[in-house]
């Protein structure tokens, strides 16, 4: 046995027995709150203490597990693995939370750490449901504490422990033959994946996590009242937790789509990710079922699908964890969890049994006594439209869990299915259309009365806002530039309906709020939530189908020949490559790489875009601003890779968001000060380089109606250089110089083995020279994309007046005496 | 029957349409092979990099054109043509999954998805 220097084993001998704490508790807490509910009242008074001190024993441990965890990571404990993979020392301070969430122990971690803390404010509030509920929350509990175990179940391990130690994960390297491994090899940690260095991946996952552990409480609730036979009580006791789940599980959707808009390179805030899918999915589920929830305490309908819709809405919490953290989903997703394997498999699929077993078997016993209304719906009622959104709502998410679930379907049966080449356009034309009934019905429905609406009623108060928002309506699709015709007439046109529906939701809540509820905010909470819903639509439409790209690359083509039909209009490439100090036009502006400046403790660089946006006719600089996008240099034996952070110039009506997609290689990164000498050429001419000369053997003037190879420019002079160096070689190279739309511009290009950049310009009239520059390195240049989104505010803007909606909502029930439990 | 099973009968109805539209998109996984043998049809072609034949792409000359070998696990190999920036990582992949399709001898490829190497594994450890 060798006897190890600096360790610090006493920090991980505690988080290890805090988790083998709050197993055991967990267990006996499940079983004292089982023993309390089916208790008399003489029995239940010691089965109480004893459920409350074991399940705040949990959540103490599951919070001490946390310190115990952070503690480690903030002091660089490198012996231990959680911190070794997940952190280093030059980590800023502020993402070692990230560290914490990037694994799987710390998710599962902050999940039961929500998990306890809700299940304490159940203890203290929820008075009689208080038994059946603190039940099924101490099995969750105790799902969530097996996840942590990481022991030995004969050949089975089960759970990952957060605190096992490298020399015990890997015997058998031979560092660990050396009692001072800790001061000469393991001095610092793999660092964090460089995606979740950004603020955003701080914040978000813990909101995420309480949205997906607060879905547990109406699930809860809904097992209690089948338990307790209550079927009219659970749904009042749960109403306000199902509120504050979708809320809170909204806005974590949201800020996720945040980062992804602002750090990863896709350029978009939804990809139809199958991660981003699975955190919707449940969030739909759980609307739908607030809205027959809402239609049973009125009318005392729906009350199974109220079951229904949140059961299954929790099943999907569950199902998306197993989906997105087993590994099933393989080669689909871009986001990076690793597989854990065969273990967490089998035992997120005994998690999903059980809870799916717990309402069955429960709905099952009491299936006769589950009050049923005979009496109809009427088609003039609330309570009929809103079970119409419901449906719709719960049909969206099977459609989006199918498409999602491809890849573990093909595992299931044996297939090799995908989905193909247009993924998000499969999603989005399905929901398009759904957009547009869901926003009909959710502009229209606050008008109907439960039970019954006179016509004559609902015309007088319907009236001023459709004509308002017909207008917008109208308006926004005449002026709007709205021509997203990438897939035809049809999607146009349902796009278009999207939208005027969308206005129709925004401007029909406002005026509810106002004709209808006289601003009184007790009731406003349904309409500000729909409020927000809509304007978040609306945005949605508007940023996703009039998204532009700016850094249409229609010239590249031009050395790999003339005749290849990519890059032309209707295909343009979407990458511009800058060489530092050339102004390249795109779109509206005029871009130059002015530099970059590098952080060498994270291996950052910054690059500087400059965009000069000037008038056309006046030539005044109308707009002028710089972009910093950056990315982290990331060594490897193959040399440096580059991997970017998008950076974003923000207006209030629209985003330019612009990455860098290459970069040359930073060990060449030497100041390139040379300058390009300018000599006046023909055809036929010569001019010399110190180490040789460039022959323009191929000198010609080119017009769009001349020359239909002719990439997307008015006009064009093109070359063709012979480079000959004095050692004879000889090396072809064809610069040319562009007019597009008035806008005279050059495409230079390189023989890199001569570190050479010629570049043709026109000065007066058909006076061409050319420009030799001779680096001493090689040149410095950068590859972009620029993207523009338009009103991508309004999608922010809505997300967080729904979720101050949702607050409200419960705010106020939880006030009210009817919702007293 | 009641309206609202009329209505969910409506719905059930869409959501079948809906889903039998998918048909049209669905694609497969393929080998090289199958791929060749499914010339100009959209698949998703799973494959490594040979990291023994160059990798070209050049930003200055076109930085929308990348072309390299792939090789399947049947040990087929392609030329593969990216027109898109060189991915992050890309030779440190350990797969790539293309979607694309077999335009003659090339695979024309749309998107990649690049499974690389869990910067945790253990050979790091074990190496030292």
């Known amino acids: ?821 | 029957m009641k309206k609202t099973h009329v209505l969910g009968l409506v719905f059930i109805a869409a959501s079948i349409a809906a889903l039998l539209t998918l048909m049209d998109d669905i694609s497969t996984y393929d080998s090289v092979e199958s791929a060749r043998r499914k010339e100009g049809k959209f698949v998703h072609l799973i494959a490594k990099l040979d990291t023994t034949k160059p990798v070209i792409y050049d930003p200055l000359k076109d930085p929308n054109y990348l072309s390299f070998i792939a090789v399947d696990s049947l040990g087929s190999s392609t030329e593969v043509v990216y027109r898109n920036a060189k991915p992050t990582d890309f030779e440190k992949s350990q797969r790539v999954v293309m979607k694309g399709s077999m335009k003659g001898e090339v695979f024309e490829c749309k998107e990649i998805i690049l499974k690389c190497p869990s910067k945790y594994t253990d050979e790091k450890v074990a190496k030292l």
């Open chain 1, 1 to 821: 046995m060798i006897k190890y220097n600096g360790e610090h084993l006493l920090i991980g001998q505690i988080g290890m027995f805090l988790t083998l704490l709050a197993f055991i508790a967990a267990l006996v807490a499940a079983f004292a709150n089982f023993k309390a509910a089916n208790a008399n009242e003489l029995e239940e008074k010691p089965w109480r203490k004893l459920a409350r001190i074991s399940f705040l024993t949990n959540a103490v441990s599951v919070i001490g597990l946390f310190v115990v965890l952070y503690l480690i990571i903030y002091n660089h404990y490198f012996e231990y693995k959680y911190a070794h993979s997940h952190s280093k020392r030059s980590l800023d301070m502020q993402y070692l939370l990230s560290c914490f969430w990037e694994g799987q122990e710390g998710s599962f971690m902050l999940w039961a750490f929500w998990n306890a803390i809700l299940g304490a404010v159940l203890i203290k509030w929820s008075r009689k449901w208080e038994y059946p509920v603190m039940s099924v929350m101490s099995i969750l509990q105790l799902f969530l504490a097996s996840f942590l175990l990481g022991i030995y179940f004969f050949d089975i391990r089960i759970g990952t422990n957060p605190f096992v130690l490298m020399r015990n994960e890997f015997p058998d390297a031979p560092i660990f033959q050396d009692a001072d491994y800790l001061t000469k090899y393991l001095t610092d940690g793999n660092g964090l994946n460089i995606l979740l260095q950004n603020y955003w991946m701080v914040i978000h996952p813990p909101v995420l996590f309480l949205g997906f552990a607060s879905a547990a409480v109406p699930y809860a609730f809904a097992v209690a009242g089948l338990w307790k036979r209550d079927h009219a009580g659970w749904v009042r006791a749960a109403m306000p937790w199902a509120l504050f789940s979708a809320g809170i599980l909204g806005l974590g959707i949201m800020m996720g789509g945040a980062w992804a808009y602002e750090s990863l390179t896709f350029g978009g805030y939804w990809a139809w990710d199958p991660v981003e899918n699975a955190s919707m999915v449940p969030w739909l589920l759980l609307v739908a079922g607030i809205h027959t929830m809402l239609i049973f305490q009125s009318t005392g309908h729906s009350l199974k699908s109220s079951y229904l819709f949140i059961s299954l809405g929790y099943l999907l919490v569950l199902y998306s964890t197993f989906l997105t953290r087993t590994g099933v989903l393989g080669d689909t997703s871009v986001h990076s969890f690793t597989g854990e394997g065969n273990s967490l498999y089998w035992h997120l699929l005994l998690m999903q049994f059980v809870f799916i077993a717990l309402p069955l078997v429960l709905y099952w016993r009491d299936r006769k006594n589950v009050p049923v209304v005979v009496k109809e719906e009427s088609m003039n009622s609330r309570e009929f439209w809103m079970f119409v959104g419901s449906l719709l709502l719960l049909i969206s998410a099977v459609y989006i869990i199918v498409l999602t679930s491809l890849p573990f379907i093909n595992k299931l049966i044996g297939t090799s299915w995908a989905i193909g080449d247009e993924v998000e356009y499969v999603y989005n034309r399905i929901m398009v259309l759904v957009t547009i009934v869901l926003a009909l019905l959710t502009a229209m429905t606050q008008y109907f009365k439960y039970k019954d609406t006179t016509r004559k009623y609902l015309w007088s108060k319907l009236l001023v806002p459709t004509i308002i928002s017909a207008v917008i309506g109208a308006l926004a699709s005449i002026f709007g530039d709205i021509n997203y015709d990438k897939f035809g007439l049809g999607y146009l046109v349902a796009i278009h309906i999207a939208l005027w529906a969308s206005i129709y939701t925004v401007v029909a809540n406002a005026f509810y709020l106002g004709s209808v509820l006289k601003w009184k905010m007790k009731a406003a909470g349904s309409s500000i939530t729909h409020f927000g819903f809509g304007l978040m639509l609306v945005g949605i439409l508007i940023s996703a189908s009039k998204k532009e790209l700016i850094s249409q690359n229609l010239t590249g083509i031009l050395v790999k020949g003339l005749r290849d039909n990519k890059g032309k209009e209707d295909n343009p490439l979407e990458n511009m490559t800058l060489i530092y100090n050339t102004p390249i036009p795109m779109g509206k502006y005029m871009v130059t790489y002015l530099g970059d400046s590098a952080e060498p403790k994270n291996n950052k660089v910054y690059f500087k875009i400059n965009f000069i946006e000037t008038d056309t006719v006046t030539n005044e600089v109308k707009d002028q601003f710089m972009i910093t996008p950056n990315a982290f240099m990331i060594k490897s034996e193959t040399g440096s890779n580059l991997s970017s952070n998008p950076g974003a110039k923000h207006y209030l009506t629209n985003d330019v968001f612009v990455y860098i997609t290459s970069w040359m290689s930073p060990e060449n990164a030497k100041k390139d000060t040379s300058e390009f000498k300018y000599t006046r050429v023909n055809q036929g001419d010569t001019v010399f380089y110190s180490n040789g000369y460039v022959l323009v053997e191929d000198l010609v003037r080119a017009n769009k109606n001349d020359n239909k190879d002719l990439p997307l420019v008015d006009s064009a002079w093109l070359s063709k250089l012979n480079v000959v160096s004095s050692q004879g070689v000889g090396f072809k190279s064809t610069p040319g110089y562009f007019v597009q739309k008035g806008f005279g511009f050059s495409k230079a290009d390189t023989v890199m083995e001569q570190s050479l950049v010629l570049n043709l310009e026109k000065r007066g009239k058909d006076e061409v020279y050319l420009g030799v520059k001779e680096s001493p390195s090689v040149m410095r240049y950068i590859t972009l994309k620029a993207f523009r989104f338009p009103l991508i505010n309004l999608l922010w803007l809505g997300t967080i007046i729904m979720v101050i909606g949702f607050m409200i909502s419960m705010y106020y029930r939880l006030k009210s005496k009817l919702y007293a439990i």
